[in-house]
C-alpha cells in the first residue's frame, strides 16, 4: 500500500523517533508500505517519520541493493563528502551537504536479525540522511547551500547561495540574554555587535555593569550601551553592521520602526512566557506569583508594538514547586538557546510559519513595582509562597519588624492555624519561626534583617528574639 509522503513542516519529521521493540506483523507491513512509496516516489531512501510515523525504521534502495534497517545507528564515519541532496519531505528544494565518506552501521533487519553494514559514497549519504529522519533533523539544517530544484530531469538552479553563517545584531541585558548569546557564537554566527543597556550606578556609587556587557567582553565582542536605540547614531551604526538579523533576549527597550526594518531577514524576540500569555517585562516572575505550574518560551518575530508580533516557535516548559525565578529564568534561557538556530534559519530559508497572536488571550506581566515586593500578610499561605519565590534571587520579599525592613527569602506552608490568629502575628518555637497568614501557617526559612546577611530563622530567633505581641507588618 502506497502512503502518503509528509512535507515540510509536520511537527513528525522534527521529533525524535521512537526505536521498535518488536517486530510484529504491522512493522513488517509498514517496511512493505515504505518500501512501495519509496519506488513510486522515485527516491533513494525513506524514514518512517516521512509517512508519518514516529519510529527508527529506514529502507533504502541506492543502487546496490535494498535495505531495510530497524533501529540503525552509525558506529563508525570517516572521511568527508560534499554532494547534492534532496529530500521526498522539502519538495522543490536541493542543497550540498557535507557527509562522512564511509560509515559502518547497525541494526536489525526484518527478520529480527542483527546487521552492520560497510558503507560509501552515494549509499553512506542516502543512510546518514535517512538516519537524520529518525532524528528530526532535515537535510537543509545541514545543508551548506541551498538551490531552487527546478524539474526533475533538469539540474537544480541556484538561487541563493544560504547563508549558513549569519551576521548578528545581538540585544540583551541581564543573565537571560547570556545563552542564547552563547549559543549564537558555538553556531559559528558572526555576532558583529552586542547592545546592552547603560551601567548603572548601584546604591553606594559603584557601577554596576549588565551581565550580558561581562560576558560579551569574555568574547571579544564589541559591545555598545547606546541611552535609546532609535537614536540616529545608533539605527546608523545597526545600518553599518548590515546583519542578517537582529536577535532581542530580555533587553529592556522598545526597538522603533526604522530599527526593525535594518536586518535582512528580521528581528526575532526570545520572550519567556507562552505568548500571548504574559507580556511585558517581568513574565518570569508573574508567572511565579500566579502560581502556574506552566510556561514557556516563545520566538517572536517583532513589530513595533511590544511583544505583540507573530509567534515563530513556542515550546513548554513546566514549573516545578522549587522553582524561583533564578532557577525557571536559567531554564527558560536554556531553552530559547536550544530553539534559536532553527528559527533563524527557517527564517532565512523563507520558510518560517508566523503565527498571529490571539488579541482575545493576551495577560500581561508588568515591571515589577515596589508594592509587589510588600508581603500582604492577609493574603494566602500559597499565594504569599509564591510572591517569596517569585521575588528571589532579586529583589526579596519584603516585610517589617519593629518599624524596619526585613526581607523574607524562604518559606514553607506549615499547615492550619488558630481561627482567631491575626494574619502577621509569629510564633517561635523550637527555632523555628511561624507566620499567620490568611488562610493558613507560613514557616520562615530564610530571612535578613536591614543591613544584615541572609540568615536562617533559627539564626534570626536568637538575635532578636521575638516575644509575644512581636508581628511582621505589611507596611514600615
Ligand atoms: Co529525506
Redesign the pocket.
Known sequence: MQLEIIKDDAPVLRQKAKPVRIINASVRKLMDDMQETMKEAHGVGL?AP?VGVSRRIIVVDAGEGLYEIINPEILSAEGQETAIEG???VPGWAGEVDRYQSIRVTGINGDGNKIWLDASSFLARVLQ?EID?LDGVL?VDKATTLMEATGEDEEPVEVAAKPSKFRIVYMGTPEFAIKPLEELLSCGHDVTMVVTQPSKRGNRGQLEEPCVKEFAASRSLRVVQPESVDDEQFVQAAKDAQPDFIVVAAFGQKLGKELLSVPKYGAVNIHPSLLPAYRGSAPVQRALMDGQSRTGVTMMRMTPRLDAGGILAQSAADISPSDDAGTLGEKLSALGAAMLPRVLHEMALGRARVIPQDPAQVTRAPRLRPEDETIDWSRTAAAIGNQVRALRPAPGARTSFRGKNVKIWSVEEAGAQARDASPGSITCEDGTLTVVTGDGLLRVLEIQPAGRRRMPAAEFLRGYRPATGDRFESHA
Open positions: 524514514a516521512q529530500c521526498l519531505s540522511h529522519h537535510f
